[in-house]
Structures are given as C-alpha cells and as structure tokens.
C-alpha cells in the first residue's frame, strides 16, 4: 500500500519568502507528526495533530510556524518570512493513533533558504 | 525538557565484528523506540521496548531497556555492510504518548 508521501521533495527558497510543505499520510491514520532534522542531527518534533485538531505543538520554534490538517488527512506545514535557520529536512510521519502503533515517516522535504 | 545522548556518534567497523550503540537519559521514559534512517529516507522503527529490563531480539540485532527505563542499548552481532545506516533512538513521554524525542544517532558503516 501507498505509504507517507511528502511534497515537494525538495524546495529552495529566498530568504524572507512564505512556504508551504504538503504531507498525506497513510490512509485511515488519525495521527500526523511533523518533524524537522538539521543535519547531523536526530529529528526534532515539531507538532502533532490527532484528526483535525493540534494535540500538541509546542515544538514549533516561533509564531513564523504553522501547520493545518483542515480534514483529519493531508496536513501543510507554513513557513512565513524564512530565515536561514529554517534551511532542514522536514520530516512527516502517521501512525494509526497518537501515541498508539507505529510512526511511518515519509521521505522529508529538504528546504533551503538561500 | 528531555534529552537522549547517543553514543558513539560515529563507529567504521569490519563486516563480521560485534558492536553496541547505547542511549541514555536522564528521564524515564514510557517506552523507547529504536530506528533506522538510511540517507533521503525517513527512519524505519525497529523495535519498541516497553518495560524496564526488558531485552527484544531482531535477527542479529538485540536491543535492552534499562531496568530504570532511562536507558537502552542496541548490540549487532556479526555485523554486514547491509547494517550501515543512521541508527537513531525515541523515547515516549509518560504524560504525552504522542510526542517522541529523539536523539542526535549513531552512524554505523560496516566495511566489506
């Protein structure tokens, strides 16, 4: 079956621009975790949505973060006024519930902010 | 806030030799996840321990939770280039089942 897809697979952006990162998730998975991993690095959660609502976002660094999952499937994760800082691989995962089952990650987005 | 300290943080080993990778923390931990990233790829779990002492068996790969759940270690017997990857470990928070913490990783290469 379809795993956890992720888009664009990579993104290269100016500084000070806006983003949009898209995640789908397994089908019939009610949890989406969104991570983001600098290299060298293990992966740093960021949020986390149970259906449509965040369970838990306090990873997420400043308020230039955001990040929706409008009907409980597809989630974007939003990056306004990009810093360098930001450049990372971000990394979405589903499981079949939070906390419960495991975590399938997709492939990450490699964002660049130049 | 939680942290997890790999180590080593680099190993280059022969095909054929043992190794152990250890995780540990200053927390306890619900339970602790142990994965596998290959480059461009997301981490793969291998296995989940659960309960303090506890020691689970993958084919070649054994992972043992400490008794205090605070710590846990991954041994490779007779070790194969096909073991070479970032291995990584996550602990779950007792209060939020939903939020992992990760560590930095070990990237193991094995030498044909």
């Known amino acids: 079956g379809a795993g956890v897809s992720q888009t664009p697979s990579n993104k290269v952006t100016e500084k000070g621009k806006y983003v949009e990162l898209r995640c789908d998730p397994i089908s019939g998975h009610t949890a989406l975790y969104w991570y983001r991993q600098s290299l060298g690095q293990g992966p740093e959660f960021l949020i986390y949505f149970q259906g449509t609502g965040a369970a838990d976002d306090s990873g997420l660094p400043n308020d230039r973060f955001f990040a929706v999952r409008p009907e409980g499937s597809v989630s974007t994760l939003k990056i306004q006024r990009t810093e360098r800082g930001d450049s990372a691989v971000y990394l979405c995962?589903?499981?079949?519930?939070?906390?419960?089952?495991?975590?399938?990650f997709g492939p990450g987005t490699r964002l660049t902010v130049t | 806030t939680q942290l997890l300290e790999q180590s080593p943080q680099f190993l280059s080993i022969q095909e054929g030799e043992n190794l152990t990778v250890y995780c540990n923390s200053s927390?306890?931990?619900?339970?602790l996840q142990w994965y596998r990233q290959e480059p461009g790829e997301g981490p793969v779990l291998l296995v989940t321990?659960?309960?303090?002492?506890e020691v689970k068996k993958l084919k070649r790969l054994t992972f043992q939770f400490g008794d205090a759940r605070k710590d846990s270690s991954l041994h490779i017997t007779a070790a194969q280039p096909g073991d070479t990857g970032l291995y990584l470990c996550?602990?779950?928070?007792?209060?939020?089942?939903?939020?992992?913490?990760f560590g930095d990783g070990t990237t193991l290469t094995v030498k044909p």
């Open positions: 321990v659960v309960t303090g002492g």
């Open positions: 995962a589903s499981s079949l519930l939070a906390g419960v089952g495991e975590q399938y």
């Open positions: 996550a602990g779950v928070g007792r209060t939020n089942a939903g939020k992992s913490t």
């Open positions: 927390s306890v931990f619900s339970s």
